[in-house]
């Protein structure tokens, strides 16, 4: 990112400046699109809602402040989300949230069982609520810590480590101790 600077205090970063605006696009984009990817399990429509939410950041640069953009950005992707949800109704595929290998030089009975253990985790995974999926799928697949999930979702440290407590009572109740 572009660095303040220190000798003239009063004036900040513009977002308005397309170098600074894409500076911003290169380092936010791919997190807030798979935020948005784990709360509607859609590749194409967390995209849309990542192209969506700059353009509003862009129509509205002028207001937003360079040190507040991050969460500017996600606030307004869920938004547009939960905007979207209201109405269409989006409904969870989780089948692309793991990504298979191509090639492998395991036998094919570990094959095998490593895909029922993926039905397994996918299964398991819908069964969790859709803010404990959320809380799980940040930390384990985005290796967000607590306090940045707290941050993105907009609730507090207890409360991510409370959704992730329960999300892993469920996950090991259905797989086993993992």
Not at 45 to 64: G, H, M, N, R
Not at 116 to 134: G, H, P, W
Not at 152 to 170: C, Q, W, Y
Request: with cysteine; hydrophobic share 40%; glycine share 2%.
């Amino acid at each position: 990112m572009y660095k303040h600077s220190v000798s003239s205090p009063a004036k900040e970063t513009s977002v308005c400046e397309d170098r600074v605006f894409e500076s911003i696009f290169h380092e936010h984009s791919d997190d807030i699109r798979n935020y948005i990817f784990y709360k509607c399990g859609d590749q194409q429509l967390a995209e849309d809602i990542v192209q969506e939410a700059f353009l509003t950041l862009w129509d509205q640069c002028k207001k937003v402040s360079f040190y507040k953009v991050k969460f500017f950005l996600y606030r307004v992707s869920k938004n547009i989300f939960l905007n979207i949800v209201k109405h269409n109704k989006v409904i969870l595929d989780h089948t692309k949230y793991f990504v298979q290998p191509e090639i492998t030089n395991q036998s094919p009975e570990f094959l095998v069982e490593e895909k029922e253990f993926m039905i397994k985790l996918q299964k398991a995974i819908l069964k969790l609520s859709s803010k404990q999926r959320e809380v799980f799928l940040l930390n384990r697949i985005d290796n967000k810590k607590y306090s940045e999930i707290a941050a993105i979702v907009g609730i507090s440290v207890k409360a991510v480590e409370k959704r992730m407590h329960h999300a892993l009572v469920i996950l090991r109740k259905e797989i086993g101790n993992v």
